[in-house]
């Protein structure tokens, strides 16, 4: 089982479109999460972290699971601009602290 | 303020030549990075340095490969006897410690002819 996972998607949604991505982890002692989106031939640029309570950010809500060890994403009245890849970033607590990155998920807005 | 820069943008050598990739990390950020993202896929770990501890290594793809931090602040990838394989984009990040978000730079495209 990989360490982080991601359905790679696409997802493909109208603008003005509610849509949610998960990511799951393996690693029970993970302690640190965070979503990242990257375009197109660009580098990873952080969208949010994500606490246990639960995090929003505008249009963005991120929440974590602990039981179920999976961390999500909604994102809600999608805009064209929201197309990208998003990634999920996993640090575990103890070892050697390397944030483990999601393969990501592509997210497609059409008009 | 200034982000990670990297350097080159672009790098273009022939098969067995070495290139040496240069990331300049957020001033104070203990936490250096290295990673290398193939088109389509997704980033590869190559190495960790945090503050004054040893390096991580543990994602360097072959002896080949090999980096230093000098003075816990500037730090240069070298990769000797390019093959194309080694063809990707050398990403760079860093982070005030490892548990929080990191900062990328604008990578280094690297094309081996």
């Known amino acids: 089982r990989k360490e982080v996972e991601q359905d790679p998607g696409p997802f493909n949604v109208p603008e003005g479109a509610t849509v949610a991505f998960n990511c799951t982890y393996s690693n029970s002692a993970s302690q640190s999460f965070f979503w990242y989106r990257q375009d197109c031939r660009k580098e990873p640029k952080l969208l949010m972290s994500v606490y246990s309570s639960g995090n929003e950010d505008g249009r963005f809500t991120a929440q974590l699971n602990r039981a179920s060890q999976y961390i999500s994403l909604l994102i809600r009245d999608s805009k064209l601009s929201d197309s990208a890849t998003y990634l999920c970033?996993?640090?575990?607590?103890?070892?050697?602290?390397?944030?483990?990155f999601g393969r990501g998920t592509s997210l497609i807005v059409h008009p | 303020g200034a982000g990670v820069s990297q350097s080159p943008s672009n790098k273009v050598t022939e098969k067995g030549k070495d290139v040496e990739l240069r990331c300049d990390p957020i001033s104070g950020h203990t936490a250096l990075y290295w990673y290398r993202q193939s088109l389509g896929q997704g980033l590869e770990f190559l190495i960790y340095f945090q503050g004054n501890s040893a390096p991580d290594k543990s994602g360097l793809p072959s002896d080949r490969f090999s980096a230093e931090r000098t003075g816990g602040s500037v730090s240069t990838l070298t990769i000797q006897r390019t093959q194309q394989e080694d063809s990707a984009v050398y990403l760079c990040?860093?982070?005030?410690?490892?548990?929080?978000?990191?900062?990328f730079g604008d990578g280094t495209r690297l094309s081996i002819l």
């Open positions: 970033v996993v640090t575990a607590s103890g070892g050697s602290y390397i944030p483990t």
């Open positions: 990040a860093s982070s005030p410690n490892s548990n929080q978000p990191q900062h």
